[in-house]
Nanobody
Framework: QVRLEESGGGSVQAGGSLRLSCTAS?????????MGWFRQPPGKEREGLAV???????FYADSVKGRFTISRDNAKNTLYLQMNSLKPEDSAMYYC??????????????WGQGTQVTVSS
């Protein structure tokens, strides 16, 4: 059974940085799966942020392009999200996702439990 566990969330002031990690287990081959990050602010819908393909190609939502960087370490079965120049509107629960495509939440088969990011002004 695939399990995704996020870490690295926390509280930061506007303009600061955080690095989220997601460790995957239960995979026969982590490297053969697309991975991504979503977020959900309180009272709002989930938003797809970044996707990384099996060949390392990356895709970003306009809201985070140029500020966030997604990467993966296949040897460690780990996904990362480096977040820079954080804004208060980036405050949300952040989710790691696996085995899917695009920025539609219903396209993704596996979800982590989430890690909270809070950005104060």
């Amino acid at each position: 059974q695939v399990r995704l566990e996020e870490s690295g969330g926390g509280s930061v002031q506007a303009g600061g940085s955080l690095r989220l990690s997601c460790t995957a287990s239960g995979y026969t081959s982590f490297r053969d799966n697309n991975m991504g990050w979503f977020r959900q602010p309180p009272g709002k819908e989930r938003e797809g942020l970044a996707v990384i393909g099996t060949s390392g190609q990356t895709f970003y939502a306009d809201s985070v392009k140029g500020r966030f960087t997604i990467s993966r370490d296949n040897a460690k079965n780990t996904l990362y999200l480096q977040m820079n120049s954080l804004k208060p509107e980036d405050s949300a629960m952040y989710y790691c996702v696996a085995d899917g495509t695009q920025f539609k939440s219903y396209n993704w088969n596996y979800w982590g439990q989430g890690t909270q990011v809070t950005v104060s002004s």
